[in-house]
């Protein structure tokens, strides 16, 4: 248990974490796996996983990186978990002290945190590329239907010939005009409306516990017609992730500003660890 709560092993655990996320931003690039690392991004990590095991899909390198990755992440959470079992928690019974109660805080927290990322990868729904035109529709869990209504974008088309990464450079405040490019959408239940709203980028929708969020537009090669990437996502757990996080973020400020007031340095001995 010892081992489990050292600061060494933390700093390992992080590394290895660092060093995956560097990987996988290299396989991302890489031809013969970018396109499972992008469809890995697009839905649930538990469904892609699935998906690429039945398909026997997918090179070795990618195998081995996403277990490491999973195996440093999981490390990470034993070390916070037996630090504060082992060290925070004994000091917490008898803190005379708020600092103590605030670092106790932020380790918790932070499991929490780690946790609801989990769960954001492996419970509800998502997926985040629907792409649909005016007039069609997508079934969704617990027999709902997203239908798009409407995509209204008002500016130059071209701007939809153009890969992701072009088009967000090109889109500046003059050539996009936000507030007036929208998608109306419709949630349907067994041939019933339940609600409709517009969607424009960076304004998603909350309906019926999912989040609609309006990614891009693209043009229909077939016919010139618009239609709207729609990115649909959904988890009981994701109100106590933000909530969460937001707590972690208070409380870490807390504690920063009553390290600078004391006059620390604003580094943990590896015994307050």
């Known amino acids: 248990m010892k081992m489990l709560s050292s600061l060494n ?10 060093l995956c996320l560097l990987i ?17 991004n697009k839905g649930l990590v538990l469904d892609w996983l699935i998906d690429a095991v039945s398909a026997g899909a997918g090179p070795v390198a990618l195998a081995v990186w996403f277990a490491a990755l999973c195996a440093s992440v999981g490390l990470l959470v034993l070390n916070l978990g037996a630090c504060t079992y ?8 008898h803190a005379k002290r708020v600092h103590t109660v605030l670092l106790f805080m932020v380790h918790a927290l932070m499991i929490v945190i780690l946790l609801g990322h989990l769960s954001q990868m492996t419970m509800g729904f998502k ?47 003059t050539a996009f005009h936000r507030e007036l490019n929208t998608a109306g959408i419709s949630l349907w239940r067994d041939g019933r409306k339940l609600e409709s709203g517009e969607m424009r980028i960076l304004e998603p929708l909350q309906i019926e516990g999912l989040r609609l969020t309006l990614s891009d537009f693209y043009l229909d090669k077939s016919n010139g017609s618009v239609g709207a990437i729609i990115a649909v996502s959904g988890n ?38």
């Open 86 to 93: 082992t060290r925070l928690w004994p000091r917490l019974m």
């Open 127 to 173: 997926d985040e590329s629907m792409r649909l035109l005016p007039g069609q529709s997508v079934e969704l869990p617990d027999g709902l239907s997203l239908t798009l209504d409407t995509a209204t974008f008002v500016d130059d088309h071209s701007l939809l010939n153009l890969t992701y990464r072009q088009g967000r450079r090109a889109q500046t405040t």
């Open 9 to 18: 092993l933390t700093l390992w655990a992080l590394g290895a974490i660092a």
């Open 236 to 273: 009981p757990l994701t109100e106590v992730f933000f909530a969460a996080y937001l707590a972690w973020i208070v409380v870490y400020v807390l504690l920063a500003a009553m390290g600078c007031r004391a006059g620390e340095t604003g580094e943990m001995t590896p015994s307050e660890v």
């Open 24 to 40: 996988g931003m290299i396989l991302a690039q890489v031809p013969l796996s970018s396109a499972l690392v992008a469809s890995m």
